[in-house]
């Protein structure tokens, strides 16, 4: 089926479904790229991440750079943003059509101070950049050109290309003013959700969610004519995730298998502070399911899998507490947010789809 084609109607592509700083791959060895996805609306196409492989997976979509209008960056971890470099960078040879537009991308402004340190900790850490140790997403974007600046020069000298900077106009997320907001002591304050973007195809809204200690952290919603669809990004349960996705079509939203993501660890002081951050800044399947009933979301998605390795029993846990359509995609599954005419059931269980 090619996600290009119009008459599916409004989807998203789940490009990458793992989520965390790690190669992982689904039980049985399938493999599970970064998280990315892309929202796909009469052909334009909006990316939420860019986790690792996401211009291979969008590839592999049948999805051509040609068509991203937009890139949209939950937060600034590096699972969300590792293959921004090599969309600047192969950016310049996948999009040759001088008369595009360049891609929008919007994301987290400086966190504007460190993070506290752990209460584990027995030693102060090393900082790294010490003059810019919380850069937002322009920052980040020139300070990768710069980086590859050898690369870039050399193609666009010799080989004529143009630079990153006529393909990308890249934007910090201003806050409202007045939320109350710190990056450190309240990193998810009530708020409302307020637009980011918007094209004759689609309104995209934007709310702070509740990943202490990364800040700020956004979710997404992408409102169209025919249907809606909001995606939570990294989060722990909170009332801005469910104001912004209040009566949605699709909720996609991350899931965390507590028990088993421990047992990856063999380092204990390792695991004793990674294990504080999961509890306070993640979902699990049985919390995405009740923030999906409190939304009256349509259908619930589960991606972010973290382990993306656990058994295929840990994302069911969300059907005891969501009774609409819950779906736990491959990659590259193309999933509807289309608006159908209301029937008694929409509110019925669909199959879940199995994880092999």
């Given amino acids: 089926m090619n996600p290009s084609n119009p008459r599916l109607g409004p989807h998203v592509v789940t490009l990458g479904t793992a989520g965390g700083p790690r190669w992982w791959n689904a039980p049985g060895g399938s493999q599970r790229s970064g998280i990315s996805t892309a929202v796909v609306i009469q052909g334009a196409v909006y990316l939420v991440d860019c986790g690792q492989g996401t211009g291979w997976q969008l590839k592999n979509a049948g999805l051509s750079m040609d068509q991203v209008r937009g890139l949209f960056i939950t937060h600034l971890h590096s699972d969300h943003t590792v293959d921004l470099a090599s969309l600047i960078l192969f950016g310049q040879f996948e999009r040759k059509?001088?008369?595009?537009?360049?891609?929008?991308?919007?994301?987290?402004?400086?966190?504007?101070?460190?993070?506290?340190?752990?209460?584990?900790?027995?030693?102060?850490?090393?900082?790294?950049?010490?003059?810019?140790?919380?850069?937002?997403?322009?920052?980040?974007?020139?300070?990768?050109?710069?980086?590859?600046?050898?690369?870039?020069?050399?193609?666009?000298?010799?080989?004529?290309?143009?630079?990153?900077?006529?393909?990308?106009?890249?934007?910090?997320?201003?806050?409202?003013?007045?939320?109350?907001?710190?990056?450190?002591?309240?990193?998810?304050?009530?708020?409302?959700?307020?637009?980011?973007?918007?094209?004759?195809?689609?309104?995209?809204?934007?709310?702070?969610?509740?990943?202490?200690?990364?800040?700020?952290?956004?979710?997404?919603?992408?409102?169209?004519?025919?249907?809606?669809?909001?995606?939570?990004?990294?989060?722990?349960?909170?009332?801005?995730?469910?104001?912004?996705?209040?009566?949605?079509?699709?909720?996609?939203?991350?899931?965390?298998?507590?028990?088993?993501i421990a047992a990856q660890y063999t380092d204990q002081a390792l695991m004793n502070a990674t294990m504080d951050h999961h509890r306070r800044a993640h979902t699990t399947a049985r919390q995405a399911g009740e923030l999906a009933t409190e939304a009256g979301a349509r259908s619930l998605v589960l991606h972010h899998l973290v382990p993306a390795s656990a058994p295929a029993e840990s994302w069911l846990k969300a059907q005891e507490t969501f009774s609409g359509r819950l779906v736990v995609p491959e990659d590259l599954e193309i999933i509807s947010f289309a608006s159908p005419p209301r029937t008694t059931s929409d509110t019925a269980v669909e199959p879940v789809k199995a994880i092999s």
């Fill in 97 to 260: 059509n001088p008369a595009l537009e360049p891609i929008r991308v919007h994301g987290p402004g400086p966190r504007g101070k460190l993070p506290p340190l752990s209460a584990r900790a027995e030693s102060m850490p090393e900082m790294v950049a010490p003059d810019n140790p919380g850069p937002g997403i322009e920052q980040l974007f020139e300070m990768l050109s710069a980086a590859y600046a050898t690369d870039i020069n050399d193609r666009t000298f010799d080989s004529l290309t143009r630079p990153p900077s006529k393909h990308f106009d890249v934007h910090d997320i201003v806050l409202p003013e007045r939320t109350g907001f710190d990056p450190n002591d309240n990193v998810c304050p009530d708020m409302e959700p307020f637009t980011i973007f918007k094209d004759e195809l689609v309104e995209v809204t934007a709310i702070l969610v509740s990943h202490h200690p990364t800040a700020p952290a956004f979710a997404f919603r992408f409102d169209t004519a025919e249907g809606s669809v909001t995606i939570s990004g990294d989060t722990a349960p909170c009332r801005n995730l469910v104001r912004i996705a209040k009566g949605t079509d699709l909720l996609m939203h991350e899931a965390i298998d507590l028990e088993t």
